[in-house]
Every structure is written in C-alpha cells, then in structure tokens.
C-alpha cells in the first residue's frame, strides 16, 4: 500500500530551525503535488504549502511565508519542509500529503497522508 512516512520533527527553542522529510514508498508520487499541513491541538488542520510534482510552483500560507520553504526530491521521491524562525504557535502535528490536482490547501484535494510528526517551539 501506497504510504507516506514523515521525519524530523522534534523540540527546538523560538527561533531555531527544522527540516521535516516525507518520504514516499512508491515512484508514483513523484508525480504528485506534495502538500504540508499542520493540527494544533483543539484546532483544525491548517495548511502550510504545497509544492507540483516538477517543484517550480509552491503556494504558502501567509502565516508561514518567508520562513518556512517546501522543496522535493523526485530521484528520491521525498518531499522537505524547511522551518526557520520557528515560533511557539507553530507548535503542531505536522503532515505530509500528496494529491493529483495543483497545489491546493484544501486537504480535500490530497488522498494520501502520512502519520504527522510532533514539532515543538519552545518560548
């Protein structure tokens, strides 16, 4: 089956700097528009950016833009999500997915998910 498997996450001071990898069990998803989400605790899935499957279109939420950078590797078929700056409201579970259309953020739009890995910003 057809899996996404996210890494990196983990516990860094305000200001610092994280890069989580998804990594795709199948070449097909290099074809795929790869999206990043994030779920706070109480609160909905947000979406961060999403990349097209030959990376030169990327859409980012404002609330990340400038500091966060979406890149893809389609030899490695991985997707990389780059945190600088990190804040303490950017505390959050943070998912990889992938889907067939552009680089939507509605997570309607992505069929595959990846099991969220927990990044923490401590203040």
């Known amino acids: 089956q057809a899996q996404l498997v996210e890494s990196g996450g983990g516990l860094v001071q305000a200001g610092g700097s994280l890069r989580l990898s998804c990594a795709a069990s199948?070449?097909?998803?290099?074809?795929?528009?790869m999206g990043w989400f994030r779920q706070a605790p109480g609160k909905e899935r947000e979406f961060i950016g999403a990349?097209?499957?030959?990376?030169?279109?990327?859409n980012y939420a404002n609330s990340v833009k400038g500091r966060f950078t979406i890149s893809r590797d389609n030899a490695k078929i991985t997707a990389y999500l780059q945190m600088n700056s990190l804040k303490p409201k950017d505390t959050a579970v943070y998912y990889c997915?992938?889907?067939?259309?552009?680089?939507?953020?509605?997570?309607?739009?992505?069929?595959?998910w990846g099991q969220g890995t927990q990044v923490t910003a401590s203040s």
């Open positions: 199948e070449r097909t998803f290099s074809r795929y528009t």
């Open positions: 997915a992938a889907g067939n259309s552009g680089p939507s953020r509605q997570p309607l739009n992505y069929a595959y």
């Open positions: 990349i097209t499957w030959t990376g030169y279109t990327t």
